[in-house]
């Protein structure tokens, strides 16, 4: 991205016409003035997010790889810093870190029965043998 520039959220917000129409999608900045009509959707849907954060209505749509891919022409730059929000995993995620939190934790992981058998073999050898 050689032209990468920085923008707020309150400088997008003028961008809200045909002439130039630029919208926010997960804290990236989009012009889509030249791609208003070429939009398979429609230019309406388009002009009804320009100068605001479309990411929830982009990601409603379910849009295709491809049309993921044909984003990337209309990037223009990205939120500064202080106007980014945390974006969001709409995803399921079955590996999500969550599920195995603590796995590294001695009570969670297999050494855990396999010293309680051990302990268990001894105390009863001691014990009755
Ligand atoms: C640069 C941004 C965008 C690109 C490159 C893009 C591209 C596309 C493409 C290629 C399709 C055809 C279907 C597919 O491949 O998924 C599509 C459909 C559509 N898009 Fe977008 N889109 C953009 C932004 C948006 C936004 C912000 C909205 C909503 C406000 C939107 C609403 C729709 C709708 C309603 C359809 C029609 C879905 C259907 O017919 O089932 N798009 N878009």
């Known amino acids: 991205m050689a032209d990468e520039k920085k923008f707020t959220r309150d ?11 630029v919208f ?7 012009d889509v003035t030249k791609f208003l009509d070429d939009h398979p959707g429609g230019h309406e849907v388009l002009m009804n997010v320009v100068g605001k954060d479309a ?23 990205e939120l500064v810093d202080e106007d980014k929000v945390v974006v969001k995993k709409r ?3 079955w590996d999500d870190s969550a599920t195995d939190a603590g796995s590294g934790g001695f009570l ?9 058998g051990l302990l ?10």
């Not at 400088?11 to 129409?21: G, P, Q, S, T, V």
């Not at 990601?59 to 049309?67: R, W």
């Open 11 to 21: 400088e997008i917000a003028l961008r809200n016409n045909k002439k130039d129409a």
């Open 120 to 129: 268990m073999t001894v105390l009863y050898t001691y014990l009755f043998g």
């Open 24 to 30: 926010i999608i997960e804290n990236l900045v989009y």
């Open 91 to 93: 995803q399921m995620q």
């Open 55 to 77: 990411s929830e209505d982009f990601d409603d749509v379910g849009h295709s790889l491809d049309a993921k891919e044909l984003m990337k022409k209309y990037l223009i730059g």
């Open 108 to 116: 969670s992981s297999w050494k855990f029965p396999v010293v309680l």
